[in-house]
């Protein structure tokens, strides 16, 4: 299973070696007919084939399904359609997608090593981010019960590989935030001991949910860990956080989103899944699960 998603994270392609990217503020679009007129300049005719199920999309939108969209096992780029997308992301989603709802979640065990993890084979989603991005409110949501994974005040607080078993079948896993500078020594974590040789050596790792905070600038510290995440063919989802806030003068979260697919367009050959969220209005939690719901199957297969 493992050298399936490996290979199935390879259609990504590696990122190219960092080197302190210009993140541009582009206009942010959502919509794959707005993408394709104005990256592809389809005619009005092309145009109105694009979301029409009857009809195959037109070459200029095959070339950006590749580039732009996550095409998913089972569905071919010529076969997508607009109704395909999910809202809020670049999503496809294809024959591998099943039941998603969250009937029941209990928590199983805390783990200070990857080799403590539980070894009964079901399939898993890390979630992982800077200290702070809404981890364990975007835990709580997903399984729409507060207090499921500890929601803190104090940035650094998840210490451990914290395992949520759900519906008896697959498991939710929380993981130590990174890039939290004031904890103490004694209670910083050594991320690239510690959480990389869990992601190395995981064989029932689906894949990583790396969460980005929409209401700020893309970090270094995100872009490092995307390229790590890429460059060591771990499957990921790029998970846009408190998309309902605003801060600072006005930053929107479509500046961050726009910033973060400059980058993705310069150095992946294609874009890593990725979609909008929060845990306050419960935007994007029906397709982030519908969307776990097809990898995990596909994994499972």
């Given at each position: 299973?493992?050298?399936?998603?490996r290979?199935?994270?390879?259609?990504?392609?590696?990122?190219?070696?960092?080197?302190?990217?210009?993140?541009?503020?582009?206009?942010?679009?959502?919509?794959?007919?707005?993408?394709?007129?104005?990256?592809?300049?389809l005619?009005?005719d092309?145009?109105?084939?694009?979301?029409?199920?009857?009809?195959?999309?037109?070459?200029?939108?095959?070339?950006?399904?590749?580039?732009?969209?996550?095409?998913?096992?089972?569905?071919?780029?010529?076969?997508?359609?607009?109704?395909?997308?999910?809202?809020?992301?670049?999503?496809v989603?294809?024959?591998?997608?099943?039941?998603?709802?969250?009937?029941?979640?209990e928590?199983?065990?805390?783990?200070?090593?990857?080799?403590?993890?539980?070894?009964?084979?079901?399939?898993?989603?890390?979630?992982?981010?800077?200290?702070?991005?809404?981890?364990?409110?975007?835990?709580?949501?997903?399984?729409?019960?507060?207090?499921?994974?500890?929601?803190?005040?104090?940035p650094?607080?998840?210490?451990?590989?914290?395992?949520?078993?759900?519906?008896?079948s697959?498991?939710?896993?929380?993981?130590?935030?990174?890039?939290?500078?004031?904890?103490?020594?004694?209670?910083?974590?050594?991320?690239?001991?510690?959480?990389?040789?869990y992601?190395?050596?995981?064989?029932?790792?689906v894949?990583?949910?790396?969460?980005?905070?929409?209401?700020?600038?893309?970090?270094?510290?995100?872009?490092?860990?995307?390229?790590?995440?890429?460059?060591?063919?771990?499957?990921?989802?790029?998970?846009?956080?408190?998309?309902?806030?605003?801060?600072?003068?006005?930053?929107?979260?479509?500046?961050?989103?726009?910033?973060?697919?400059?980058?993705?367009?310069?150095?992946?050959?294609?874009?890593?899944?990725?979609?909008?969220?929060?845990?306050?209005?419960?935007?994007?939690?029906?397709?982030l699960?519908?969307?776990?719901?097809?990898?995990?199957?596909?994994?499972?297969?």
């Amino acid at each position: 299973m493992l050298l399936k998603l490996r290979i199935w994270s390879s259609r990504l392609g590696n990122p190219t070696p960092y080197s302190t990217p210009s993140l541009k503020l582009q206009p942010f679009r959502l919509n794959l007919r707005a993408h394709i007129s104005s990256s592809a300049e389809l005619n009005p005719d092309q145009l109105s084939a694009v979301g029409t199920a009857s009809k195959s999309v037109v070459p200029e939108t095959k070339k950006f399904a590749r580039k732009f969209l996550f095409v998913p096992p089972g569905v071919e780029p010529e076969e997508v359609t607009e109704k395909m997308v999910l809202p809020g992301s670049n999503i496809v989603i294809g024959p591998y997608a099943g039941h998603s709802q969250i009937k029941e979640i209990e928590f199983v065990k805390s783990s200070n090593r990857a080799k403590d993890c539980p070894r009964d084979e079901r399939p898993e989603f890390a979630i992982l981010g800077r200290s702070n991005v809404g981890k364990s409110s975007l835990i709580n949501t997903l399984v729409k019960r507060k207090e499921v994974a500890l929601t803190s005040k104090k940035p650094g607080k998840t210490q451990l590989i914290n395992h949520f078993l759900v519906n008896k079948s697959w498991y939710i896993v929380d993981l130590p935030g990174y890039g939290f500078a004031t904890a103490s020594e004694s209670e910083r974590m050594d991320w690239s001991a510690f959480t990389k040789g869990y992601f190395l050596n995981r064989e029932t790792l689906v894949a990583v949910l790396l969460l980005i905070d929409a209401t700020i600038p893309p970090k270094r510290i995100d872009i490092d860990c995307a390229n790590w995440l890429g460059r060591n063919n771990i499957p990921m989802t790029i998970v846009f956080t408190k998309c309902d806030k605003m801060k600072g003068k006005g930053r929107r979260p479509e500046e961050t989103l726009g910033a973060f697919q400059d980058f993705m367009k310069e150095n992946y050959k294609q874009h890593p899944p990725w979609i909008m969220t929060s845990s306050v209005s419960g935007l994007g939690r029906d397709e982030l699960l519908l969307h776990m719901s097809q990898l995990r199957n596909y994994w499972d297969q």
